[in-house]
């Protein structure tokens, strides 16, 4: 008997802690089980003929909003495949419609609903022992099973649902590193969460659960051990409990490899201050905080039932910042209730001005289960009714908005989240109402030029500004050039010039006697910009958060070939000036 289980990830480095939690937890039948991972980009041909040649009596798919339509499309010529082979399904796309999702996949025999540990055990047991000897009261008959619905001669049968898993009663999944090189480990130390937000999932279990610290202190040193680049918890708000939140922070700090990040979701309104204080002394980057703002409107904050001090959240995150040691990633959702136009421009512009690293500006998704799906309608939330089931419009927010909004994200993506203008923007947005007006201009103007739609390089985004300012004739094109000029060589020692940046011909026999008289490597760069300013670009010296190459102004005397240097004091921390 051969029971596999199938992930199919949105990306190579993603992986499915889910499928590896319900291999471990049936740890006894390790022998019985197998476990492939797939992504959605892979040849559905190459999926079908691996899953074929496995073998399997039973095949699981764990099921989510963006591998939904994938894995259907995959299970319905699997079927004809494979027709002695039962078919299961589980995970968030699938648990809160079950019967629904039988009655249109007749070629599924069951979904397993809400957290799976105990549920995919006893449904190993109910195939292996049941199928040696059928007598045998070593298992449970599938009626017997909590947490499933299923199909049987006909009839669609739904269970009751399971209550919680004790977390701490999950084996680890990792003891076998070499299965994630190069991959993004996920991890919990907690599961539910305490708020009720009515966009989200976790709101519908309440019963909030912690991992033992004890467990999970030798989980995290497993991880530092191996030197794993990346551990993302996966933790709802990962701070709800401050001794638990700070033990895990105390303890990676303490046992720091220099190599490790961890990623936590966190609420900025519960940071307490012995908190803040540990985090000021971590190592550049040892840790990055995910932060959902979502919105700055006090009634849509109360209509999705969620609640928030913003002045305390500002506050937070302007202290987090001033350490310089810890990446921040905000989150706004447009299509909320209440939220229209003007306002989300209003929340946009609160939440920039926080310079977070990232600003994540998302799209309300109507999620299966969520309270959002039982109150929509009263909202006129119009949605895809196929996953991501993503807002189309609201009472407050026409499509044609919503189609704005999808430009300003996207510049926001390209111009400010990868960091590569940081100065250019800083610049620019000066000249424009707010920053929000900045990138609504920006979209409208690749919209127009139909850039949109077409891959562009680094350096033509860089060309693109420029024609944008075309239109903007009150903004010097040659000062945007030369902080243009400024954010290229702050993240690379290019091997070519960029077409606008001016030649340097008639500095090179005074910036080759400073690189003498210094011993400047090869691998650093100078600058000399219109205004005589003059910058070197340090490039074994990199910022450790934004990976910016030091800045150092120096001065040259052309005359007498005399140098010195003095530091950019704001570029000595983060590249701006």
């Not at 074929?52 to 699997?78: H, M, P, Q, T």
């Not at 292996?128 to 001669?153: A, C, F, N, V, W």
């Not at 026409?398 to 203008?421: C, H, P, R, T, W």
Request: proline content about 3%.
């Amino acid at each position: 008997m051969k029971i596999l289980l199938a992930a199919c990830n949105a990306k190579y480095i993603h992986s499915n802690l889910a499928v590896y939690n319900l291999k471990a937890y049936a740890g006894k039948y390790q022998e019985h089980l197998l476990l492939r991972e797939y992504t959605v980009n892979w040849q559905k041909d190459d999926i079908l003929k691996d899953l074929y040649r496995s073998g399997a009596d039973v095949v699981c798919f764990s099921c989510y909003i963006w591998n939904i339509s994938f894995v259907k499309s995959l299970l319905e010529d699997l079927a004809q495949l494979m027709p002695d082979t039962d078919f299961w399904v589980g995970g968030p796309e699938v648990s809160f419609n079950a019967s629904e999702f039988l009655r249109e996949n007749p070629f599924v025999k069951g979904v397993m609903m809400g957290e799976g540990e105990v549920t995919f055990l006893e449904l190993v047991q109910h195939y292996i022992e049941g199928s040696g000897q059928k007598d045998s009261r070593e298992y449970k008959i599938l009626k017997e099973i909590q947490g499933i619905t299923y199909r049987e001669e006909n009839h669609i049968y739904q269970n009751s649902w399971r209550e919680t898993t004790d977390l701490s009663k999950v084996p680890f999944a990792y003891e076998n590193l070499e299965d994630f090189s190069n991959r993004i480990i996920y991890y919990e130390s907690s599961r539910g969460c305490p708020f009720s937000c009515s966009y989200c999932l976790s709101s519908v279990d309440k019963k909030l659960r912690f991992r033992s610290l004890d467990l999970v202190k030798k989980e995290l040193q497993f991880f530092i051990d191996h030197r794993v680049p990346q551990v993302k918890f996966v933790d709802r708000t990962f701070n709800c409990k401050h001794d638990h939140a700070m033990d895990i922070w105390r303890y990676i700090a303490e046992h720091d490899n220099g190599v490790t990040n961890f990623h936590f979701e966190i609420s900025a309104d519960l940071m307490r201050e012995e908190e803040l204080l540990l985090m000021e002394t971590m190592r550049p980057g040892l840790i990055q905080l995910e932060i959902g703002v979502q919105s700055t409107n006090p009634k849509t904050i109360q209509a999705i039932h969620r609640t928030m001090d913003l002045d305390k959240l500002s506050s937070v995150v302007e202290r987090i910042r001033s350490f310089g040691n810890i990446h921040q990633h905000l989150d706004l959702i447009a299509g909320l209730p209440y939220e229209d136009y003007d306002t989300f421009r209003r929340s946009f512009n609160e939440v920039y001005v926080m310079r977070p690293q990232q600003l994540q500006l998302g799209f309300l998704k109507v999620l299966k289960g969520s309270f959002m799906m039982e109150d929509g309608a009263g909202y006129g939330i119009v949605y895809k009714k196929r996953e991501p089931y993503e807002v189309l419009c609201t009472k407050w927010l026409a499509y044609e908005d919503i189609l704005k909004l999808k430009m300003v994200e996207s510049m926001v993506e390209v111009y400010y989240n990868s960091g590569q203008f940081q100065n250019t923007l800083r610049f620019l947005e000066g000249f424009f109402p707010d920053a929000f007006g900045f990138y609504e201009a920006l979209g409208a103007f690749y919209e127009k030029k139909g850039y949109g739609e077409i891959s562009h390089s680094r350096i033509r985004r860089y060309e693109i500004l420029l024609e944008f300012l075309e239109e903007h004739p009150g903004i010097s094109r040659e000062d945007a050039k030369d902080w243009m000029v400024y954010d290229l060589y702050l993240r690379e020692n290019l091997k070519s010039r960029p077409p606008f940046a001016p030649s340097q011909k008639q500095w090179e026999r005074v910036i080759w006697e400073y690189r003498r008289i210094h011993q400047v490597p090869k691998t650093s760069h100078i600058e000399v910009f219109r205004n005589g300013r003059t910058v070197l670009f340090d490039y074994q010296r990199r910022d450790p958060l934004l990976k910016n190459a030091y800045a150092k102004e120096v001065e040259l005397d052309y005359d007498k070939n005399n140098t010195s240097g003095r530091d950019i004091k704001r570029g000595e921390k983060n590249g701006n000036v």
